[in-house]
């Protein structure tokens, strides 16, 4: 198949699927990207306090980092549809519960609660999703050449929805305020998420078809555990970068444009996940994630030097910030599609989670760390732990490389772990 060709491989996806599923999986995971911002506009501003703000934010993140293997571990159990929907409809009303607190003047306490509630109980349309590829492949209703393309389509999702999400809620709160974009993401929670949980595809996972065998599947711990590490870095150097890139743009007086110049990183990475497909398919997959995060460090070179220096203007870091940003998709794109690889089909939903919750630790620590040393050091500190990130990244993918490699289609159902 020629490289042109592998892209036509998307137009195959809504066969196994039908379209509405492409929009709602689409669609429905910008919400989970609104809710953290959300919280810290709007309690920062009823508070004026920014501390009180993001704290009520960290608390969303912990709390959607803790909740993430939940959800996931729930769909696997008890089926998509019942985890779906109890994690939406408790999203929904945690983000009301939020609204109500703020505009009540409630203690900080209660702010607090309903932010992490809100965090834990974020739907995972994105994991799930692909744990519902996974599925369909599994089942014969995808063809396996075709998971590849799936993941990519889930890959550049994620990243759409991390670009739209936050502009979304910007948006909103200026033209209308801040209430109004948490209130949005909770209609858009209770719409398009209890779409994706109650969608056909949903039968194929978990519940009666994996209820009881979930729980004596075996994940391998090793590959699970290495990936879990590279994406945990991933999630660093994201949370790094954007305190970065913060620390330039109010030292600049345009503290506004900080989240415009991150965005950047995220369209340049959507763009990427489009094209992985194209990628030849002689370059293993493990040598892939080796690769992806070799390249993320040599790319971001540039971006710490002009960015940590403190030269250049912000325009040159927006230009900078897109070369590292064409790595991003399609590592995480191979991560997941090796988990895929190496975890029986009832407990993907779990995997899937606990990988995409790594990411959002990884960027609470990144966040947490290189903002106090940016504070006291400069914009260098957190540019250099960017560095260090996409570091860990390589250094899980060296290190697992002959577990990763022995991985192959199928090996778990090979290992007795699941019956197609």
């Known amino acids: 198949m020629s490289r042109w060709g592998a892209l036509r491989a998307y137009t195959s996806l809504p066969a196994a699927t039908g379209r509405r599923f492409l929009v709602v999986t689409l669609v429905g995971r910008i919400p989970a990207t609104m809710g953290q911002l959300g919280a810290l506009l709007l309690v920062g501003g009823a508070t004026q306090s920014l501390t009180l703000g993001g704290a009520t934010a960290a608390a969303f993140a912990v709390g959607q980092a803790a909740g993430g293997p939940v959800v996931g571990r729930a769909a696997d159990r008890y089926g998509h549809r019942p985890a779906g929907l109890a994690a939406a409809l408790s999203h929904t009303a945690a983000l009301v519960l939020l609204v109500v607190c703020v505009g009540a003047g409630a203690p900080a306490w209660a702010s607090l609660t309903s932010s992490a509630i809100a965090g834990f109980s974020v739907p995972q349309v994105g994991p799930l999703s692909r744990a519902r590829w996974t599925a369909l492949a599994h089942r014969g209703r995808l063809s396996a050449d075709r998971l590849p393309t799936a993941m990519s389509f889930e890959g550049t999702g994620d990243e759409i929805a991390f670009v739209l999400g936050p502009a979304l809620v910007g948006v909103i709160a200026t033209a209308a305020s801040p209430r109004t974009a948490v209130l949005v993401a909770a209609g858009l929670t209770v719409t398009t998420c209890v779409a994706f949980a109650l969608h056909g595809t949903a039968t194929l996972v978990g519940g009666g078809r994996g209820g009881s065998a979930a729980a004596g599947a075996r994940v391998p711990p090793v590959p699970v555990l290495l990936l879990a590490v590279a994406l945990t870095g991933l999630g660093c150097y994201f949370g790094s970068t954007q305190a970065g890139v913060a620390w330039r743009a109010e030292a600049a007086g345009a503290g506004g444009a900080a989240g415009l110049i991150y965005a950047v990183l995220g369209l340049s990475s959507a763009l990427a996940g489009v094209l992985v497909p194209m990628l030849p398919a002689s370059l293993s997959l493990v040598r892939r994630l080796w690769a992806g995060f070799v390249l993320l460090g040599v790319l ?29 998709a399609p590592i995480l794109v191979t991560a997941y599609t090796l988990a895929e690889m190496a975890v029986p089909v009832e407990r993907i939903s779990w995997v899937m989670t606990l990988l995409t919750s790594s990411v959002v630790v990884g960027y609470a620590i990144g966040a947490l760390v290189s903002g106090s040393l940016a504070d006291r050091y400069g914009p260098a500190a957190p540019f250099l732990i960017a560095l260090a990130a996409s570091g860990v990244g390589a250094a899980a993918g060296t290190l697992g490389r002959r577990r990763l490699a022995a991985l192959r289609p199928g090996t778990a159902a090979a290992g007795g772990a699941h019956a197609r």
């Not at 540039?302 to 912000?314: C, F, V």
Request: without cysteine.
């Open 300 to 328: 971001s070179l540039p971006l710490a030097i002009i960015g940590g220096s403190n030269a250049g203007d912000l325009w040159v870091l927006a230009l900078l910030i897109a070369f590292p940003g064409v790595t991003i």
